[in-house]
């Protein structure tokens, strides 16, 4: 809120004939949420340059796999909305995942550029592709909503981050959202915002975890609570890390280059002997005796076709973010039967499949396939492979195997690259085994005689993957 009133939340399960409980926030004045001196000039009129004020409550006594119906009262303000929670190990769960929206309020009217070496511009501008992509979202109802990072432009704007929220407030106000850090929710911003600097990376972090309240990762260092964490949904694991920068700076294992230090300013270590790697381990193994089917995201996509698949680097053949480095991750996952990897960065489309006979020859998880995809076309790019980057596991690329198709007046009438989402269906098939099918989801514009895009529809690549329980 813009002023420090406190409000109400009431709340009553969803038949409307249980208890109607009240709850009243505590307003607390939310210093991270505050505009940059250098974001004044470009405030609108329903931007307040004065900090806000968050509030916070917790709906106890709630029962499993039910919906609720609430209203949020503020300074004479009303919402209202429903959610309904999570069940039993023994319910089905529908999720959806997708990375890289980077929300800016620039993004309107700015189509991204579409194609590969042709000059063109997309459809729709990248507003209006988030905007539809969240659309079909919501239509879905999902039990959540992950986001594999890179949720905004500059984490260090909070323009950028109001802008999020108001494509967001819709879906939000019903679906839970687990986001993961992305390199974006890093950077301060650019000029005076700071870059990868440490106090700009660190305002920029701090907005982030203003907004979420996520799981407790038992951190010893207390600026990296809530930047991994797991969540059990169902008989689904899902868990989420923060792999922003890899140590020692600047070498063959670092995911970014600008980002430097190790410390409350900067991201935390993932390699083997870091607290996060061995938080990793110990998840892994109690998902893999706990739960059906354990997904884990992040936002550096370790097999690419795209720029960030070069090795890490600067100059020819090189990128200073390049998410090659997380393949030293891949022999934890395989041990633990990690059954799929859910990331971003490289604004496309891509599934690969690495084989567990590669890395565990001759062990009981040898025959196990790690899925990796990448789903970074949330909402802002839309590219495709880059000259360099090598993925000898790639078994599906937008860009590649989804060609466009014209009708006899040049309209587009099915394939291509377009914004999009993963969705994912964990349920028990007809034998009683439990299974999740992971459909592409691609958001189509629909263009009528003239050219101009008329709607969309939700269509799917022609790229299902169904995981079956292990006996």
Not at 35 to 52: N, Q, R
Not at 129 to 150: H, Q
Not at 186 to 211: F, I, M, N, W
Request: charged content about 20%; hydrophobic content about 30%.
């Amino acid at each position: 809120s813009n002023g420090p009133g406190a409000g109400t939340v009431t709340f009553r399960d969803g038949d409307g004939e249980g208890r109607a409980r009240t709850i009243e926030s505590v307003p607390v004045e939310a210093k991270a949420l505050g505009y940059h001196p250098a974001e004044m000039k470009d405030l609108s009129d329903d931007e307040p340059a004065s900090l806000p004020f968050r509030h916070e409550v917790r709906l106890a006594g709630l029962a499993p796999d039910t919906s609720y119906k609430y209203s949020v009262l503020q300074n004479g303000d009303k919402a209202t909305g429903q959610f309904h929670t999570q069940g039993t190990k023994d319910c089905p769960v529908r999720f959806i995942v997708y990375a890289d929206s980077e929300t800016e309020p620039e993004s309107t009217g700015k189509p991204a550029p579409w194609g590969g070496t042709a000059n063109r511009s997309y459809l729709v501008d990248q507003t209006t592709g988030y905007c539809e992509n969240l659309k079909v979202m919501a239509r879905r109802n999902p039990d959540f909503v992950a986001i594999a990072g890179d949720l905004v432009q500059s984490g260090g704007e909070q323009r950028d981050w109001d802008e999020f929220w108001r494509q967001n407030s819709a879906l939000a106000s019903s679906i839970p959202i687990f986001p993961a850090l992305g390199n974006h929710e890093y950077y301060g911003g650019p000029g005076e915002l700071g870059h990868y600097g440490p106090a700009g990376s660190e305002r920029a972090v701090q907005k982030y975890k203003a907004y979420f309240d996520l799981p407790a990762n038992g951190a010893t260092n207390k600026a990296h609570l809530e930047r991994y964490y797991t969540v059990a949904y169902g008989p689904v694991s899902l868990v989420v890390l923060d792999l922003n920068n890899g140590y020692p700076h600047r070498s063959p294992r670092d995911t970014n280059w600008s980002l430097a230090g190790e410390g409350n300013d900067s991201a935390p270590a993932w390699h083997p002997g870091s607290p996060q790697y061995d938080w990793l381990e110990e998840t892994l193994a109690l998902a893999q005796k706990e739960s059906t089917f354990t997904f884990v995201m992040f936002h550096d996509c370790p097999y690419s076709s795209g720029i960030h698949g070069l090795p890490p680097g600067v100059g020819s053949g090189r990128n200073n973010l390049s998410g090659v480095p997380v393949r030293a991750l891949t022999p934890l996952f395989m041990k633990y039967g990690v059954d799929a990897l859910l990331t971003g960065h490289d604004e496309m489309y891509e599934h690969s499949a690495v084989p567990g006979e590669e890395l565990l020859p001759g062990g009981k998880l040898a025959n196990h396939v790690l899925h990796v995809f990448d789903v970074g076309v949330g909402g802002d790019g839309l590219r495709g492979p880059f000259d360099g980057a090598v993925n000898g596991y790639r078994t599906f690329l937008a860009h590649a195997d989804a060609p466009e198709v014209y009708d006899q007046n040049g309209i587009l009438v099915d394939g291509g690259k377009h914004y999009g989402h993963l969705e994912v269906n964990v349920a028990r098939n007809p034998e009683g085994r439990w299974q999740a099918r992971m459909d592409m989801v691609y958001v189509f514009p629909v263009s009528g005689k003239d050219g101009h895009v008329s709607g969309f529809e939700r269509r799917l690549y022609k790229d299902s993957t169904v995981l079956v329980e292990r006996q």
